[in-house]
């Protein structure tokens, strides 16, 4: 008995060491029999025969920069130009008001059509005219401006309309931020911590708004970290050292130091550049990966701004405040041919991120990302091959500085064909069960844009996804730094009370406080056109009993559809065990069947803000209150934090204007939906977060006569030889 245990405990080890030996020899690069590693086209060479890179511009293996300043406007929704900046800035130092000093401009961008005449246009039309929507501030009043261009004048001018002020400049932020180095508090309090300003640096978290105190000014916390010994300052914070300072005067005016014996976090650990990395990852190293395309992509963009794709045509353009807007998204009929109207426009309008710690030093931090520092200026340059695929298309963003001077925002937006080895659909049969042997599938390909926006610490990846079944995919990543607070503690065991913290020990001295993300999105849907309804399709547990259905079952569900008619009746909280679709109806257009056209919203990342709602955080932020919403189209309410968001008090959002409680059935509407994450810190997020990601989607419900990808070819060999690595059998 024993020899024989004796002799299987060898063969085991024989054969696991053998395979442990094979696998260390095994080819660092498998054998790709019929497949090319570099599609011609990916080639920088090759560019400049592909229609799509006309403009002399890279596939993405190399950024290369792209003159702007002869741009001009072919679309009615095409940003404004370099030279239609320079012109705004031009009429306003001549504007009456501004002739003395021109205001710092906070946001400058097109100010689009009324959306009846961007409808009717069609290509070769005349442009309507050109505006621009200006944000400005002048002795800390806010100004809300339109210039019109064809006339080079103001044609409105509002000031202070709602509280709040423009969103910060890279100026105010700059600035802010230096104001603590000639104040002899912030530097003895630095001395006290064996610092100094030279391995020092601060950051300038918003404000926020908690009562009177602080109105009347624009003001902004300042907080600053130690840099010595590695790039991610983040990781090693100043605890308890927090300025509040006026950013129009550049003072401190409020001085708060409880942190005195709180030490920095060590730097070790920290760095997250692959150069700084010391240790090698236990894991056997990737080959490289790409998908093939030996054709070239599938897709185009003409004019600069226009994609066209499968069956799918939208807008696309950089934003200011947004980051990224998709607009007039159509899609073609799969029986008729005719090019669909699915969605005006799409955008996140406003996020919301709250932190939950009481301390001095983090009750205000509850940011408004989009609204107080704007995402287009926080989406650098996408890196190659790393943030996108190196078949990607990159655009530029042109944007207004606070002077007023155009400038370029390179490569912040990718767009990319992606096949993650999906399937579109699929069936089989087999003769063993009567039927003739059937193999069908088709390989899912879908075309996503992409900003990555680095607010301050964080990362936001937003995503929009276009599959040929005519679903949008609206994916939000989150990546980058935590906020962290410095801890006297070193290991939970020293901590008295864990629950007095506000979240966990993630490194020596580091803890990860608990917060939310929320990204609200604007998604202007016009199905088939403009009037649409929202439905709440409820499913409505029913219950059999013997005397009215003799089958056994004592418990169904029934579908039960609820139009809206005002927009109370569409303020919605998702709940698990009261389940809803919620779909966008043309009422007067149908299918053969009957049935009208419509697409639904799929949620996803369904965390929901639990704040009281007269916190003052969640009053700025009420557009969070429900999870969906739906107001009767305005042109004035595309933002859900409001106009003005910094600062603001909450009289200007989303829940104020959905509480007039208009009528919404058969209107011209707007859908919001808030992607929602609670986040936890853990170990794994430190120095840096592995992506996190959260969807929801859009997707057809009896918008189409029958699948629409039916006839769609399936993948050959004679175009893509299969490869086959040779470790595979
Ligand atoms: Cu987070």
Known sequence: MEKTCYLLVSLISCLILFFLASSRFLPTKPELPGCSLYAPWCTSTASSKNPIFSKARSAGLHH??????????????????????????????????????????????????????????????????????????LNAHSHVLTVDLESSRVTSHAINPTSGYPMLTTDDIMSAAKVPFSNAEFNKSLTARGLSWSNSLCITPSAGWFGPDEEGRRVIRVQCYATQGTSNFFMRPIEGLTMTVDLDKLEVVKFSDKGIGIPVPKSSGTDYRYSAQEKPPQMEPLNPISIEQPKGPSFRIEDGHTVKWANWEFHLKADQRAGLVI??????????????????????????????????????????????FGLGPAAFSLVPLNDCP????????????????????????????????????????????????????????????????????????????????????????????????????????????????????????????????????????????????????????????????????????????????????AQIKLKLYDPSEFHMINPSRKSRLG?????????????????????????????????????????????????????????????????????????????????????????????????????????????????????????????LPVCRPSASS
């Open 327 to 372: 607009s007039r998204a159509m899609v073609r009929d799969s029986e008729t041919g005719e090019l669909r109207n699915v969605m005006y426009k799409g955008f996140a309008s406003e996020l919301f991120v709250p932190y939950m710690d009481l301390d001095d030093s983090w009750y205000f931090k509850s940011y408004m990302d989009a609204g107080e």
């Open 64 to 137: 290369k920069s792209t003159d702007h300043s002869t741009d001009t406007p072919k679309h009615p929704l095409d940003p404004l130009t370099v030279q239609e900046i320079n012109s705004v800035r031009t009429i306003l130092s001549s504007y009456d008001p501004f002739s003395s000093t021109l205001p710092s401009i906070h946001t400058l961008g097109l100010d689009e059509p009324d959306k009846l005449q961007v409808q009717i246009w069609r290509k070769g039309d005349p442009l309507p005219p050109r505006k621009a929507a200006v944000l400005a501030l």
């Open 595 to 719: 049935n009208p056209s419509g697409y639904k919203l799929v949620p996803g990342g369904t965390a929901a803000s639990l704040l009281d709602h007269d916190d003052p955080p969640q009053l700025r932020s009420a557009f969070t209150n429900n999870q969906i919403w739906v107001t009767p189209y305005s042109k004035d309410e595309q933002w859900a934090g409001g106009l003005l968001v910094y600062q603001s008090r909450g009289d200007d959002t989303l829940a104020v204007w959905s509480e007039r409680d208009r009528p919404i059935e058969n209107k011209d509407i707007v859908l919001w939906y808030t992607l929602g994450f609670h986040h936890i810190p853990c170990q794994e997020d430190f120095p840096v977060m592995p992506t996190v990601s959260s969807s929801f989607e859009l997707k057809p419900v009896n918008f189409f006569e029958a699948n629409p990808i039916l006839g769609a070819a399936p993948a050959f060999e004679n175009d």
């Open 390 to 569: 190196r078949y990607s298309y990159y655009m530029d963003g042109v944007f207004a500085a606070s002077d007023g001077n155009p400038f370029v925002q390179p490569n912040m937006i990718c767009l990319f064909e992606k096949y993650a080895g999906d399937i579109g659909w699929r069936h089989s049969e087999d003769p063993l069960f009567g039927s003739e042997q059937i193999r069908e599938a088709r390989p899912k390909v879908t075309l996503v844009a992409r900003i990555a926006a680095t607010v301050g610490n964080y990362d936001y990846i937003f995503d929009w996804e276009f599959q040929t079944d005519g679903l949008i995919r609206i994916k939000v990543g989150l990546s980058g730094m935590l906020m962290v607070k410095g801890s006297p503690h070193q290991n939970v065991n020293q901590v008295p009370n864990q629950e007095d913290m506000s979240g966990p020990l993630i490194s020596e001295n580091v803890i990860g406080v608990v917060h939310d993300h929320f990204i609200t999105f604007h998604l202007d849907m016009d199905i088939d056109g403009s009037n649409n309804s929202f439905v709440n399709v409820n499913l409505v547990k029913q219950e059999n009993s013997p005397g009215i259905n003799s089958s056994p079952r004592k418990s169904y569900l029934k579908a039960k559809r609820k139009i809206a008619k005002t927009e109370k009746d």
